[in-house]
């Protein structure tokens, strides 16, 4: 089976321009996740969605930053205007989830960005 | 505020020897732990986890020990293998809502 999907896997951008990262999550899971990798803060959430609507985007680090689920299959996370310091890793998550969401996420390989 | 933290951003250990990872966590309302490992370049993959109503869970190589008085968790791996080297993550939830990761910890096993 496939695992969660995630496009581009690399992308090096000029600081100003728009990122659009996609994630398709695996089939079935109700629950989907965009986290961001950094040195020094780990891996924080920035935005789940539960049945393609979303959930909690406290995570979000400005108005730069936008998520949208249009369907069970399918996320993007942009960011408009991109800066150097969102360069880092993105993953996105996806998992079932039939009440709270403690139940075990599984990850993409990740987006790695960087802007210069 | 990281509300779990992995203070050791990097262990080494000799092949066959016990690897011991720690985490720390502040809210007391965790009821659910995890642990991630993570190869370069690829997502982080479930280990193993515990539920705050125990206080350690095995499987085969793998244990993770939960003390909740002292907010602590760690992840020992016995015998340490070379493919055992990667980053791991812990990560804790409180009542079925968000995972709070730590930092990771990178685990070097030297042949």
């Known amino acids: 089976d496939a695992g969660v999907i995630q496009s581009p896997r690399h992308e090096v951008t000029e600081m100003g321009q728009e990122v659009t990262l996609r994630c398709k999550p695996i089939?079935?899971?109700?629950?989907l996740f965009w986290y961001r990798q950094t040195m020094m803060r780990g891996l924080e959430l920035l935005i789940y969605?539960?049945?393609?609507?979303?959930?909690?985007d406290s995570g979000m680090p400005e108005d730069r930053f936008s998520a949208k689920m249009p369907n069970a299959s399918f996320s993007t996370l942009k960011i408009q205007p991109s800066e150097p310091r969102d360069s880092a890793v993105y993953f996105c998550?996806?998992?079932?989830?039939?009440?709270?969401?403690?139940?075990?996420?599984?990850f993409g390989p990740g987006t790695r960005l960087l802007v210069l | 505020d990281q509300q779990v933290k992995q203070n050791s951003p990097s262990l080494s250990v000799q092949e066959g020897r016990i690897s011991i990872l720690n985490c720390d966590y502040t809210?007391?309302?965790?009821?659910?732990f995890l642990w991630y490992k993570k190869y370069p370049a690829e997502g982080p993959t479930f280990l193993i986890s515990?539920?705050?109503?125990?206080d350690k869970n095995e499987d085969g190589r793998f244990t993770v020990f939960l003390n909740k008085s002292a907010k602590h968790l760690s992840l020992h791996i016995v015998p340490s293998q070379p493919g055992d080297s990667a980053v791991y993550f812990c990560?804790?939830?409180?009542?079925?809502?968000?995972?709070?990761f730590g930092t990771g910890t990178s685990l070097t096993v030297i042949p």
């Open positions: 998550a996806s998992s079932y989830t039939s009440g709270g969401l403690g139940e075990t996420q599984y």
């Open positions: 089939s079935g899971h109700n629950s």
């Open positions: 969605f539960n049945n393609n609507v979303p959930i909690d």
């Open positions: 809210n007391s309302m965790f009821d659910y």
């Open positions: 515990i539920s705050s109503i125990k």
């Open positions: 990560a804790a939830s409180a009542l079925g809502n968000q995972f709070y």
